[in-house]
């Protein structure tokens, strides 16, 4: 299955964080996943960057000349889930 064109050009689903928005980090000297993700947000969705990293180590070889696979992993952070307000009011804060 092939993706949509607007959903084609954004690296990071998640956030919503355009192909654009990478390459102008890369080319400010952005060349770790992490520096990456700090400037752009990639890889801080629900997914925490499960699909898009992979996308980004490519992009920072292609675009600023360092070996992906000598990237260093981006840090780790635990699983996020999503929690409604109404979820988050009808705990019993006395259990």
Aim: proline content about 6%; overall charge negative.
């Amino acid at each position: 299955m092939e993706l949509p064109d607007r959903l084609r050009d954004y690296v990071c689903r998640c956030e919503e964080i355009p192909r654009s928005a990478v390459s102008a980090a890369i080319q400010e000297g952005n060349l770790t996943l992490n520096d990456v993700k700090r400037r752009t947000r990639a890889g801080m969705g629900v997914c925490q960057g499960i699909f898009c990293l992979r996308t980004v180590a490519e992009m920072i070889e292609a675009e600023g000349g360092v070996d992906a696979d000598s990237l260093e992993p981006m840090t780790a952070r635990p699983p996020a889930r999503l929690v409604t307000l109404g979820s988050l009011a009808q705990l019993n804060p006395e259990e």
